[in-house]
């Protein structure tokens, strides 16, 4: 395909002694050159497992990947070993984590933790001169004064940590960004100014990027395509057109849009989807979200729905299939 | 109040340190009673004889009350008590800090292996330190001076053994906790090994507890050790470690209170001096303390 991130029929399990969850059953899913993926969905469904198993950072007792495979660049992800990995995180796929807040170390200045990454991988940066002023350039790019550098996290507000973050990402000039809600602990208009600076970045620096998030305005706003994924697997992907424009969607994601508050509609509660996402130690039978359909047939409580194509447009619904045969 | 920017702050971490912690008076003092303690301590052979004033025993100036030859006054044997207080000065730090040292170094042996190996070994190794943890400290150390013989090393190993399970708690929470942090899977994330997660992401965020909790856990070590000598399973006579310089004049307190004073203060102090310390350290090696 020439994709530059390819993963295939991904199954990823959390193991305990008792009880395994099954957190991503079986995603497709591919990121082109300097394309925006959007990665939407409820909190548990299985969004930060795909992104962390993409770096093969998964907690290492009890995660596991026991199917399917992924690709970077021609690079079989799951077969490489530590030392090779090491080489990719952080210089060609990195990742910005959801809290600023815990993912800067207190104890090491906001400059030596930007720093770290083009220190440790093999960039063009090799003199401590060259390092230096590429942080510079670095903090400057994510709108942070370079003399600010010194500080300690602490002494950051929660915007300006994420712009570290982002800096921290950015350092080695990575092919691959993935976002795990950047802006999730953010107020709204900061996160308004950092979900633009990042667009804006990516254009600059012709990244790839996934952004995982459940926010649809944030969707709206910057991605090329999106995937919806509901209990570890995707139900509907396709251009941002085919979901703003195009009127066929999944039960689910016509929920999801449905759950939005409406400015002009004056009605006093808000739509949210009945029910709870499955669990995951158990899922259901047949279409995994049948059990909070509305338009659920007898189909779906027995037999996963295939999936339905139309150009970019994928929806996997039975209720498609039908309409499809008439 | 000194007003610092981040521009013109080009000093190191230990002078941000120094800073915060000489803004907590208390812990100034305790530092400087403790430097002059350890200075005593280091030329004891220079302000007084230890053979010849402080072990031997001139029957004809006993029980001297204080005055300009003796300035803490002689005890039964007519030994001088300053002399005798000032030599004491040694055996106290001496337990002090290497017990804490010892027991802090194989806490953190002990403590960190259990957290990074995690599952079946962290199991296996914290049931063993609950099951020590359950026989009171105090009666551990006299058990296992009763196994060993008396001696000032048998002391310290007693002593040192029993504060190392203590510390592998403290060193275990703490690097479990940290390496749950999110800046840790950041940096996995970031491609950085095992070995430098480990000394530059974890130590320097445990490290201020561990020294905190060492410097508190030297005034424990330091009442301890006085305690055992007080009931006699310590220093044996005629060494003058203050807690057996207690135990000595017990007799002679209803007239002679100062024999009993003097040797108690300088426990008290020396304590005291290293609360203080630790807790003006807690306070300063916390970077989120800084205004």
Redesign the interface.
């Known amino acids: 395909m020439g994709q530059l991130l390819n993963i295939k029929d991904l199954e990823v399990v959390y193991q305990t002694k008792n009880i395994v969850v099954e957190a991503v059953n079986g995603i497709n899913l591919s990121l082109g050159k300097k394309e925006t993926l959007g990665l939407v969905g409820e909190t548990g469904a299985g969004k930060t497992t795909m992104a962390l198993s993409i770096?093969k950072?998964l907690p290492e007792?009890t995660g596991k990947v026991i199917g399917g495979s992924i690709d970077f660049d021609g690079l079989p992800i799951l077969d490489l070993n530590e030392t090779e990995?090491?080489?990719?995180?952080?210089?060609r796929i990195?990742?910005i984590?959801?809290?600023p807040m815990?993912?800067?170390?207190?104890?090491?200045t906001v400059g030596e933790q930007v720093e770290?990454?083009i220190i440790?991988?093999d960039t063009e940066y090799k003199t401590k001169v060259e390092v230096k002023s590429r942080v510079d350039e670095i903090l400057e790019l994510v709108g942070i004064e370079p003399?600010?550098k010194?500080?300690?996290p602490?002494?950051f507000s929660g915007g300006m940590k994420q712009r570290v973050?982002i800096a921290?990402a950015l350092a080695c000039s990575p092919e691959v960004l993935i976002a795990d809600e950047p802006t999730t602990a953010l107020d709204v208009t900061i996160q308004a100014q950092v979900l633009s600076m990042m667009d804006d970045l990516k254009e600059k620096l012709g990244m790839s990027m996934l952004l995982i998030t459940h926010d649809l305005g944030v969707v709206a706003k910057i991605c090329d395509y999106v995937a919806v994924m509901y209990a570890g697997e995707i139900i509907e992907y396709g251009t941002f057109e085919d979901f703003f424009i195009n009127h066929k969607h999944h039960p689910y994601t016509k929920g999801l849009f449905g759950s939005i508050p409406n400015i002009r509609d004056r009605s006093k509660r808000l739509n949210p989807i009945e029910g709870l996402m499955p669990d995951p130690t158990n899922l259901p039978m047949g279409c995994k979200f049948h059990p909070r359909c509305k338009q659920c047939m007898e189909i779906c409580k027995v037999k996963p729905p295939q999936i339905y194509v139309n150009g970019t447009h994928r929806v996997k619904c039975h209720l498609f299939e039908k309409q499809e045969v008439e | 109040m000194k007003k610092r920017i981040?521009?013109d702050?080009?000093d190191s971490q230990l002078a941000d340190i120094w800073y915060r912690f000489q803004k907590n008076k208390p812990a100034v003092v305790g530092l400087i009673v403790i430097t002059l303690i350890i200075s005593v301590a280091l030329f004891a052979d220079v302000i007084a004889n230890y053979e010849t004033e402080a072990i031997a025993q001139y029957p004809t100036e006993r029980l001297q009350t204080m005055s300009g030859e003796h300035w803490f006054g002689t005890d039964g044997y007519g030994r001088d008590l300053f002399a005798r207080i000032v030599h004491g000065a040694r055996y106290s730090l001496t337990f002090g800090l290497v017990c804490s040292l010892i027991g802090l170094v194989g806490g953190s042996a002990i403590g960190a292996t259990a957290a990074f190996f995690?599952?079946r070994v962290d199991n296996a190794i914290m049931r063993f330190i609950d099951v020590i943890m359950s026989i009171p400290g105090i009666l551990l150390t006299l058990a296992l001076i009763a196994a060993l013989g008396f001696g000032l090393k048998n002391m310290i190993i007693a002593m040192s053994v029993s504060m190392i399970p203590g510390f592998s708690r403290i060193v275990r929470s703490q690097v479990l906790t940290i390496v749950r942090?999110?800046?840790i899977?950041?940096?996995?994330?970031?491609?950085?090994?095992n070995a430098?997660i480990i000394f530059?992401?974890v130590l320097?965020?445990a490290i201020g507890m561990i020294i905190v909790n060492a410097t508190m856990s030297i005034s424990g070590l330091i009442i301890g050790a006085a305690g055992l000598s007080f009931i006699g399973m310590g220093v044996q006579p005629p060494a003058p470690e203050w807690g057996a310089m207690v135990a000595e004049s017990t007799n002679y307190m209803r007239m002679y209170p100062h024999l009993v004073f003097f040797p108690g203060i300088s426990i008290v102090i020396t304590a005291l001096s290293f609360n203080l310390l630790g807790d003006g350290l807690a306070d300063a090696l916390d970077?989120?303390m800084?205004e």
């Open positions: 770096l950072i007792r990995m090491r080489a990719i995180r952080g210089a990195s990742m984590f959801q809290d815990t993912s800067l170390n207190p104890t090491l770290e990454g440790l991988h003399s600010r010194k500080c300690y602490h002494e973050v921290m | 981040a521009e702050r080009n995690g599952g942090q999110e800046y899977e950041a940096a996995k994330a970031c491609g950085v090994s430098r530059v992401h320097p965020n970077p989120r800084k």
